[in-house]
Nanobody, 115 residues
Framework: QVQLVESGGDLVQPGGSLRLSCTAS????????MGWYRQAPGKERELVAT???????NYADSVKGRFTISRDNAKNTVYLQMNSLKPEDTAVYYC?????????WGQGTQVTVSS
């Protein structure tokens, strides 16, 4: 089993910044393709940013140039640095990873962008 725990969600004003963290624990050997998704009220869950199994990164067009995904392998942690936040970034953000074909999800962390 793999456990993913997110943190860092908060209420922030438009134009502000947040950094989300996701720490993996448990049977994490060979877990890959870790990344971030989000789900806004009334909308489907969507990809925000991920590492591919080859180590490259993918970003949703809506966050390119504003969000950066990074990782610290020694800490089994993936980060999402979010800058220039907009109200439309408001959502629950979920950490995701794959072990083989099996997806694992965290419990989510709320990000609210509002003045």
């Amino acid at each position: 089993q793999v456990q993913l725990v997110e943190s860092g969600g908060d209420l922030v004003q438009p134009g502000g910044s947040l950094r989300l963290s996701c720490t993996a624990s448990g049977s994490i050997l060979r877990i890959n393709a870790m990344g971030w998704y989000r789900q806004a009220p009334g909308k489907e869950r969507e990809l925000v940013a991920t590492f591919t199994s080859g180590g490259s990164t993918n970003y949703a067009d809506s966050v390119k140039g504003r969000f950066t995904i990074s990782r610290d392998n020694a800490k089994n942690t993936v980060y999402l640095q979010m800058n220039s936040l907009k109200p439309e970034d408001t959502a629950v953000y979920y950490c995701n990873g794959f072990k083989g074909l099996t997806p694992y999800w965290g419990q989510g962390t709320q990000v609210t962008v509002s003045s």
